[in-house]
């Protein structure tokens, strides 16, 4: 088992800056792929970035690509999702998310199905 404790939300006007941050525990050994997603209300869970454990290798989605930067350190066991340039249509809860299996390619690592831990989630407001 892993679990995931996300922290670094709020309320933040449009054009300011966010950073969350993911702390796993438990069996972290087994982790290859930490990703990050969010829900609006009454909309579905969508991708947002997503980071390989051990190439490094980063995806994000087109909506966020070139503000938002995600990132790990290993040796805290800890994911972060740095955004920048915030707009209103930011605004959702976001969920860190571990899978055992490395991003296979973008079909995969934006399934929410792939991930088998899941954070509590943290509140993103930005107003605008």
């Known amino acids: 088992q892993v679990q995931l404790v996300e922290s670094g939300g709020g309320l933040v006007q449009a054009g300011g800056s966010l950073r969350l941050s993911c702390a796993a525990s438990?069996?972290?050994?087994?982790?290859?792929?930490m990703g990050w997603f969010r829900q609006a209300p009454g909309k579905e869970r969508v991708f947002v970035a997503v980071?390989?454990?051990?190439?490094?290798?980063?995806y994000y989605a087109d909506s966020v690509k070139g503000r938002f930067t995600i990132s790990k350190d290993n040796a805290k066991n800890t994911g972060y999702l740095q955004m920048n340039s915030l707009k209103p249509e930011d605004t959702a809860v976001y969920y860190c998310?571990?899978?055992?299996?490395?991003?296979?390619?973008?079909?995969?690592?934006?399934?929410?199905?792939?991930?088998?831990?899941w954070g509590q989630g943290t509140q993103v407001t930005v107003s605008s």
């Open positions: 980071i390989s454990w051990s190439s490094d290798n980063t």
């Open positions: 998310a571990v899978s055992r299996s490395p991003p296979y390619g973008s079909a995969w690592y934006t399934d929410p199905e792939r991930y088998a831990y």
């Open positions: 438990g069996r972290t050994s087994s982790a290859n792929t």
